[in-house]
Nanobody, 126 residues
Framework: QVQLVESGGGLVQAGGSLRLSCAAS????????LAWFRQAPGKEREFVAG????????GYSDSVKGRFTISRDNGKNTVYLQMTSLKPEDTAVYYC???????????????????WGQGTQVTVSS
């Protein structure tokens, strides 16, 4: 059974940093794109960042570019999201995700992804 388990969320002041982790189990995703999405209350789930299998190609939403960094450790079947200069508008539940396809295209639409974690809450206070 495939499982994605996020961790590292919490409460932080504006300007602070957090590092999210997502560990996959049940199968290896070393050849798959991994991504992070987030969903704030009353809003749709939105793409945050994605990374190809090698880590050589990454993509970010405009709202986090320059502040967040996605990385992965294929040996640990884990993807990370380093978040710096956090803003109150970054407050959301953050989800990691991946898909069955081996395409290395970093998709920004949630329906393109097949497996999702349960999410981890990030709250940024002003």
């Amino acid at each position: 059974q495939v499982q994605l388990v996020e961790s590292g969320g919490g409460l932080v002041q504006a300007g602070g940093s957090l590092r999210l982790s997502c560990a996959a189990s049940g199968r290896s995703f070393r050849w798959n794109v991994l991504a992070w999405f987030r969903q704030a209350p009353g809003k749709e789930r939105e793409f945050v960042a994605g990374i190809d299998w090698s880590g050589g190609s990454t993509g970010y939403s405009d709202s986090v570019k320059g502040r967040f960094t996605i990385s992965r450790d294929n040996g640990k079947n884990t993807v990370y999201l380093q978040m710096t200069s956090l803003k109150p508008e970054d407050t959301a539940v953050y989800y990691c995700t991946t898909r069955q396809s081996l395409s290395q295209q970093i998709e920004i639409f949630s329906y393109k992804y097949d497996y999702w974690g349960q999410g981890t809450q990030v709250t940024v206070s002003s």
